[in-house]
């Protein structure tokens, strides 16, 4: 674009907000502009900030006994000591928050890849949620199976084992794809180590932890274990639990679910985490009881 075609535009610009336009500064701004250096594209990427261990992460200026700080500081994900502008945060810290934030709506909102599901061996089954929206509002309805769901469970499920394991999606899409892979193996390999029967794994679509009663009841199994997505805080979005029952019914109390939380690659790791669940199991068939009855 040459300096008279900007002249043009600016003088048109200038007409339009009701400005008479200035021969003298309209020729000045045409120059400026015509030779203003091009724009420079940068080769590469900008960091990726949710890489930040938040744990290491030290923004206070001039601060006194940091090391002693940091010695607390390095012992949980908390967003401690990342400093302020006047009243405000500083501008990282504002970004990772926003990023974490986007995270959890992200694992929220989205729904497991089924191709990814299938991957890992699972067949597909779901609640009678007809959609993400249905589940968030009903949650009734995400503890039980849609009739096609009881059908798929009855026909391709082991009948009776002593242990039942299946992963449901809960509030996190993003911990069934970050966890399952180590995790799922782990439990299992854990259990056949111990001569412990497994029945057939596979995934619900929309699941609630209520729904594990229904499945235990169809079938049969001595013990029940769901794998499923934690609600996403801003430490972490890929959190998942494991919800362990024996001999769960229909309408019995949540204080009969014993539960091992915080499985993530920050928190107990997928695989660390898989072994002390069997162990958990193991213990429970033992003393037949499960929840706050159950002395580990």
């Known amino acids: 674009m040459d300096q008279k075609d900007l002249k043009a535009i600016i003088e048109q610009v200038l007409t339009e907000m009701n400005i008479n336009p200035d021969a003298g500064n309209v020729a000045a701004a045409a120059a400026a502009c015509a030779g203003s250096a091009a724009p420079v594209v940068e080769n590469g990427c900008l960091e990726d900030i949710t890489t930040i261990d938040i744990r290491e992460q030290y923004l206070v200026e001039n601060p006194q006994h940091k090391d002693e700080y ?3 500081k390095r ?7 990342i400093g302020k502008a006047g009243a405000r945060y500083k501008t990282l810290p504002q970004l990772e928050f ?6 959890a709506q992200d694992a929220v909102f989205n729904d497991v890849d089924h191709d990814f599901v299938e991957s890992q061996g699972l067949f597909i089954v779901q609640t009678q949620c007809d959609s993400k929206d249905t589940y968030l509002t009903r949650p009734d309805l995400g503890r039980k199976l ?3 769901g009881v059908a798929a469970v009855k026909e391709k499920c082991k009948k009776n084992p002593t242990v039942q394991i299946y992963v449901a999606d809960g509030l996190s899409s993003a911990s069934v794809a970050a966890n399952i892979p180590d995790l799922l193996p782990a439990i299992i390999q854990g259990l056949q180590s111990m001569k412990i029967d497994v029945g057939t794994p596979f995934f619900v679509k ?5 729904v594990m009663d229904q499945i235990s009841e169809i079938t049969g199994a001595d013990v029940t274990c769901t794998l499923i ?5 801003l430490i972490t979005a890929e959190s998942m639990s494991a919800y362990i029952a024996y001999k769960a019914t229909v309408g019995m109390p949540e204080a009969r679910r014993t539960v ?3 499985i993530h690659k920050n928190g107990t790791i997928p695989v660390e985490a898989g072994a002390h669940i069997a162990e958990i199991i193991k213990i429970m ?3 037949k009881c499960s929840g706050t009855d159950l002395k580990l």
Request: aromatic share 2%; with cysteine; proline share 6%.
């Open 98 to 103: 926003r990023a974490a934030h986007s995270a």
């Open 206 to 210: 929309y699941g609630r932890v209520g």
């Open 260 to 262: 091992v939380s915080n």
């Open 229 to 233: 997505g934690e609600r996403p805080g």
């Open 75 to 81: 012992l949980a994900p908390c967003r401690l000591g």
């Open 285 to 287: 068939l033992e003393k």
């Open 146 to 148: 849609s009739d096609e």
């Open 70 to 72: 940091m010695e607390i």
